[in-house]
Structure formats: C-alpha cells, structure tokens
C-alpha cells in the first residue's frame, strides 16, 4: 500500500502541470451535464466532489514537496489568506483537522444529499441535513476556540503556486518514499539565468518622454504593507470583546436555524417566509455587531467583503426564489428560447432550475 501510493505521488509531480490541466477541463464539464441524461446531476455532483478531494490531497502533497525543498522559491508570494491558514494548520492539529474535515463536508454535502433523496424518505433526508448541519457548527466553533478570531473561509490553504514552478523529480524526492542520497553534481542553473546574452527590452520607466507608466504607478504594488510583514498568525486580530464573539456565534448558527425553520415549515405543510426573514435577521444583526476593521486588517475586511457577497445567495432561497427569482428566470428562459446564441444561456438556465427547487444544499448559506 505504502508503495502504490509513493508510485502515485511520484507520478503526481512528474505530471503535475498536465493534471491540473485535466481537473480545470473536468470541473468545467460538470456544469454543462445537469439535464442531458437520467440521474446526470448526480453524475455531475459526485465527479465535481471526487476532483475536489482529489485536489485537496494533491495541494497537501504538493506543500510537503515545497516545504521538504529549501531552495523552492515561489515567484509570488503567498497571498494572506494562505499565509493566515497555513500558519495555523502547521501550529495546533486540532484546527487542522477540523478545517479539514468542514471541506470534506462542504465538498461531499450536496452528492450525499442527491443519493439520500433517491434512496430514503424525504423525512430520513432532513434528519440528515440537520445532523450534518449540527457537525458543520460544532466544527465551525471548536475552530473559533482555537483560533479566538473571526473564521476565514474556506479554513484551510489554497493552492496559491504554479504547478509548472515545481523541482523536478530528479531533485525531489516523494514524501512517502526515503531520501535518496544526494547528488554530487552542482545544482542546476535557474532559467532565468542561463542565457545573459540577450538584451533585455527597455524597461517602461526609462523609455522616451510620453509614456503612461509613472514611478508612482510602477512602485506602489510593489511597495510593502503592513499585513506583508505582520506574523502570519496575527493577520487577524483577536476577538475583543462579548460583542465580537457573539457577532461571531450567530454567524456561525444561522445555517442551523435556517435547516431548522425550513424543516419546520415542511413537517407543518405550509410554506411561510419565517426561515428567511429570521436568515436575513441573524446575517444583519451579525453584520452589525461585527468590529470595523483597521485599515491595515487586509485580510479581516476581505472576508467580511466575502460575507456581504455571500448574501446575494437569499435571491435563490425560499420566498424571494418562489416570488421573484424563478419567475424572471423563467421569463427569460421562455423570451429567449428560439435566440441564437443567448438561448444556449437560456437552456442551461433551464436545467438549473428544477435542482435549485429539489436539493437544499445548491443553494444553503
């Protein structure tokens, strides 16, 4: 077992560009299957949720390949979130289990959900939601205790290097397999260093009077901020106060009273607003009791920036979809059925619809 997985970890970064390339092509086939055969939703759902597993454990191997390399050097740095993420994976096991385990459910919820709805009762289904929902929060504040800061999503590091950038097998060995013993050879020249022969085009800065690029333009993306040198650790600050956990508590609740109230509603066989509106309530009461961010919190305003957008979900959820949404969707679907190119648009559209109505999970907050 030990050497089937060194083999394919082997082959993992001996390939590594060309299977990225296969994930990119597969993951975009996925959306165009919904509708073209029997059970093609579910066909699409279970091998979107494969490549993304299969793409979680090719980033932890690829990391530990980085990290067993010192003379790896990204040619970007990594962006805050991962700096953030990281920092904390490496630092406390439990934090990195629990970000772990909240993606695998995020990535396997929706599949699971489409299998139990063709195989158990609509009331097994929910019950199920709900558990899966319970974990979900559990995890979500376990993390909040360790970390004592604002959660980021998603919890875990993304792949933020080139593939192509990686050493070559030759100078690196598998994690799984021992070390080879090292080479005698002097280490190869960089690329970008073997041919100084070429001149090298005029730089923007020093060509002729009229150009657009300033210093100033040409400078400031390249200037440090204070979140570039801050600890990875500290990009967030800690929460202060009872007012910034409890902000945190009903972020962190409202997708476990939101299943919950529609569950309700379900069982009572009559549809109301009330999953909504107390949905909505719990997101602004949350977003107001939420702290302003400093100016050099980088990271923390983009998450509550992610936040924000995350709310443009409610036009796909409960009363807002039954009244407004769907019928738009619909209309536009009927006006454009027999348009050239827009009716392909109009067809997709189409396809969607009915899973937007079947499964909770395409569009649960």
């Known amino acids: 077992m030990a050497t089937s997985k060194a083999k394919y970890e082997s082959f993992l970064i001996n390939n590594v560009s060309t299977i990225s390339t296969l994930e990119s092509s597969l993951r975009s086939i996925t959306w165009f299957l919904p509708g073209r055969f029997k059970d093609a939703e579910l066909a699409s759902e279970a091998l979107t949720s494969l490549l993304n597993l299969m793409s979680m454990y090719h980033d932890t191997l690829l990391t530990r390949v980085v990290k067993s390399n010192p003379s790896y050097r990204p040619l970007i740095p990594s962006s805050l979130h991962s700096r953030f993420t990281r920092a904390w994976t490496d630092k406390d096991y439990v934090y990195k289990w629990a970000a772990r385990a909240l993606e695998i459910i995020r990535f396997t919820e929706l599949v699971l959900e489409m299998a139990l709805k063709r195989n158990v009762s609509d009331k097994a289904r929910w019950r199920f939601i709900i558990l899966l929902e319970v974990i979900k929060a559990s995890l979500r504040m376990l993390i909040l205790r360790i970390t004592r800061r604002p959660l980021v999503s998603p919890p875990i590091p993304e792949r933020d290097f080139d593939p192509t ?184 559209v189409k396809d969607w619809v009915p899973l937007i109505d079947d499964y909770y999970y395409y569009t649960a907050p």
């Open 165 to 348: 950038t990686l050493p070559p097998m030759s100078n690196t060995s598998s994690p799984t397999l021992a070390p080879s013993s090292p080479s005698n050879s002097h280490p190869m020249t960089p690329d970008h260093l073997r041919n100084n022969h070429v001149p090298l085009s005029q730089h923007p800065l020093l060509s002729a009077a009229g150009s657009d690029t300033s210093a100033e333009d040409y400078l400031f993306p390249k200037a440090l901020t204070p979140s570039s040198v801050r600890p990875s650790l500290s990009l967030i600050r800690r929460l202060a106060g009872p007012r910034d956990w409890l902000a945190e508590t009903i972020y962190i609740l409202r997708p476990l009273v939101y299943a919950t109230l529609v569950l309700a509603d379900r069982q009572s066989k009559e549809r109301s607003s009330r999953p909504l509106v107390v949905a909505l309530l719990m997101e602004f009461l949350s977003r107001n009791l939420r702290r302003t961010p400093t100016a050099s919190s980088a990271l923390e305003r983009s998450e509550y920036a992610k936040r924000d957008k995350d709310m443009l979900w409610y036009l796909l959820r409960g009363s807002i979809w039954e009244g407004y949404t769907r019928p738009k969707l619909e209309s536009f679907v009927t006006k454009t059925a027999h348009a050239p190119f827009i009716g392909l648009f109009g067809a997709f």
